[in-house]
């Protein structure tokens, strides 16, 4: 066949280009303009794949993932492990700009733009971040065990992450909001936390923000560090991280639904004990139960978690083993 009845389809409106004779590259569009409205769209589909999944994000994941790193190079974990931890960082810089483009195509940066800021041509540039390689590589990320995506994302956007159920994205909500009255009642700044805490300050405000739940480890730092009691959030993490508990001991039973009470009362700001006392019980009731030394019938207790905005199903497990080992739905 001759090079002048060479054909191929256009890349944007699929209609057939006779190629020029005389060799040469093969046309993929009919003309520029089509060429531009094909990589907008691709730009388009590329956002639509992963929305929200900003670097920021991916960034905060990277300085935790280099803990463990650290930590996997100071202590006996084996060759492969730490190979694996370091490939993960690799990857993860790459989705960070990856990501990062695709943030600025959105705000209207242009190819010539990123190109410049990559030093780079703009060819290379489009090469490299345009089309759906991006988005496949985002996509198909792992993300870090510390932490689940933000909860905005639609199912998918993630690949392999675990997209957590409502009331997982309840709890994180309500864990962030307890943060936040320990954090109003201390008066610290949020930078001194971060440091302290060694997180990035990215990490611990979408913490604080309920978007992502991190190891309890870290939960438990941060709850210290803000000056309250980690076992009062227990529960709430517990809840925000889908993980199964552990039913406590006997005698543990009524002090651990007084903690939960406690971790609900700081997520709705820390209301007086009268403002969310039900009829029939009294403030100094309403007290001791939040102080553990009172373990009310199930209605009181659904009624006192209503009013603080909280839901009453973690509870349940507890309440109903705290009412095996006593033989009685009140105690104290």
Do not use: N
């Not at 520029?32 to 094909?38: E, N, P, V």
């Not at 990856?98 to 540039?125: K, L, P, Y």
């Not at 039913?247 to 997520?267: C, E, K, M, N, Y």
């Amino acid at each position: 066949m001759s090079d002048a009845s060479r054909e191929a389809g256009c890349g944007y409106c699929g209609k057939t280009i006779v190629q020029r004779p005389g060799g040469g590259h093969p046309r993929d569009y009919c003309d520029d303009g089509h060429r531009r409205r094909a990589q907008r769209r691709r730009d388009r589909e590329l956002q639509a794949a992963v929305p929200q999944l900003t670097h920021r994000f991916i960034a905060a994941e990277i300085s935790l993932r280099a803990d463990e790193l650290v930590t996997a190079c100071f202590s006996d974990v084996p060759l492969d492990g730490v190979l694996e931890l370091a490939a993960r960082i690799v990857d993860d810089a790459e989705c960070v700009a990856a990501a990062a483009v695709v943030d600025e195509r959105s705000a209207g940066r242009t190819w010539a733009d990123i190109g410049a800021a990559a030093r780079m041509s703009e060819g290379q540039a489009r090469a490299r971040w345009g089309g759906p390689r991006s988005a496949q590589r985002l996509t198909a990320r792992d993300p870090a065990p510390w932490a689940g995506q933000p909860h905005s994302l639609p199912p998918g956007a993630c690949g392999a992450a675990t997209r957590p159920d409502r009331g997982a994205r309840q709890a994180a909500a309500a864990l962030g909001r307890a943060l936040r009255t320990l954090r109003a009642r201390s008066g610290l700044d949020l930078d001194d936390v971060a440091a302290e805490a060694g997180m990035p300050l990215f990490a611990v405000r979408w913490v604080l923000e309920g978007q992502v739940v991190v190891p309890w480890t870290a939960t438990y730092t941060l709850v210290h560090l803000l000056g309250g009691q980690p076992g009062d959030l227990r529960l709430l993490w517990q809840s925000a991280s889908q993980s199964v508990p552990r039913v406590p001991d006997a005698p543990r039973l009524g002090s651990q639904i007084a903690a939960g009470l406690r971790g609900a009362r700081l997520a709705a700001g820390y209301p007086t004990a009268a403002a969310v006392s039900p009829p029939g019980l009294t403030e100094a009731e309403a007290e001791a139960v939040f102080d553990g030394r009172l373990v009310p019938e199930w209605r009181v207790l659904c009624e006192m978690l209503l009013w603080l905005g909280a839901d009453p199903q973690p509870f349940r497990g507890l309440w109903e083993a705290h009412r095996a080992a006593r033989g009685q739905g009140r105690s104290t």
